[in-house]
DNA sequence: ACCTGAACACCGTTCAAGT
DNA sequence: ACCTGAACACCGTTCAAGT
């Protein structure tokens, strides 16, 4: 009775930060977000949920962490295409590389509710965000017009963690940390105000009211 | 010491659904969707939190019910604005109707990540959805790019649900299910596929292409 | 008809203890 | 250094029982 379960086959892989993430990108791929405790997670990967405490502070960690592994894959696949900054072609590129951010994102349609949740982001979701931002967000198949980056955790917390990643994207952060400083109420100015959702929203009314001018360009009345 | 509690003040409103509804809205509002548990709501409304299970089947009811609550109440206030059908016009309309349903959205933050999880619509949030797709719903604050209605349920438990809602909203529902038997692979026809991302894709990368040419219409440039 | 207490299975997490 | 068992506070929910 007591050697049953000396039948050990495998010799135990130990555990790690980059594997308990990795197994919970799978789990919530494969049975979504809600079905990711740390019970489960620990199951997996033939642990103790205890276990896990020692390679994670807690949950949280695990969704920031999974929120990075995603943003890292979808900056990788997006960098690997090409973009000239002159000219018009520059469509071209951008539609490209929204279209794969896009292909990476429905491998991982937990992602984009997930985003919205954090409070705290990696440089990788950070990056992440800002070239969505920059491409015209509301493009992207998510939105963060209703998202406020700092959600739940104070401006300075936010700005703590700006400056700490500030060696890894220096023009990036400094452009938000000015934003931040010239409108403190902005929600750090880099996602919505109303300014940006109205300039958002204008350019797809008029692209809406020319297509109604001209329907001959509805790409929609071509076979 | 038996005594102690019998100093009943107010004479004890029964619950109903509405109430329970109201007081969840209010919870979400005050302290996020998160905070949301049947043992607070009950605290709130001064009853046990089996107490609610007379009134609501369980939680998930409770969701749905409240993603109703504000479905409605964007509906209530856009249907305000008068949207003339002809001419240019139509622009001033639709942007008025969608900047009152974003202030609306603004006073309940939790929802747009609410209604991404409902596996089961109610005929408001139906119509809310539906008015959002037709007037280019990338605009809108939130997206649906990624969402499935049917999300978790049945194709037949969808096209059920459709049909009991078909007294309601007739139009609408007889083009969905006529888009659904067209093409019954499209997540029900209405949200995403991949035609519909890339038309508004399209939209929003022309009208950039454009102020690039001519600056001079980007109403960023003006003072 | 409406409400509740006790109980159950399940969470995330702590902490002292094992190797 | 790495892992775990027992325990705690908190969930949603059921069910038999109260008025």
Redesign the pocket.
């Given at each position: 009775m007591a050697t049953q379960r000396a039948a050990r086959t495998e010799p135990r892989i130990?555990?790690s930060r980059a594997r308990v993430l990795q197994a919970a990108v799978t789990i919530a791929d494969e049975s979504g977000l809600e079905s990711l405790?740390?019970?489960?997670l620990a199951e997996v990967l033939g642990?103790?949920?205890?276990?896990l405490?020692?390679?994670v502070a807690?949950?949280?960690e695990v969704l920031d962490g999974i929120a990075d592994v995603v943003a890292r894959e979808i900056n990788d696949t997006v960098s690997q295409i090409d973009l000239p900054t002159k000219g018009a072609d520059w469509k071209k590129a951008a539609r490209a590389r929204i279209l794969s951010a896009r292909e990476v994102l429905l491998r991982h349609r937990w992602a984009p509710g997930l985003f919205e949740t954090r409070t705290s982001v990696s440089p990788a979701v950070l990056q992440y965000f800002h070239a969505m931002h920059a491409l015209g967000s509301r493009a992207l198949g998510f939105n963060q017009e209703l998202f406020t980056p700092s959600n739940g955790a104070s401006d300075e917390a936010s700005t703590a963690a700006l400056e700490s990643m500030a060696d890894q994207l220096p023009h990036l952060v400094g452009m938000l940390m000015e934003v931040a400083h010239d409108d403190p109420d902005s929600t750090l100015g880099w996602c919505d105000d109303q300014t940006e959702f109205e300039f958002g929203l204008d350019i797809i009314l008029d692209g809406l009211d020319r297509l109604r001018e001209r329907p001959d360009l509805d790409p929609r009345n071509r076979a």
């Open positions: 130990p555990l405790t740390m019970r489960r642990a103790e949920a205890m276990s405490y020692y390679h807690n949950k949280e």
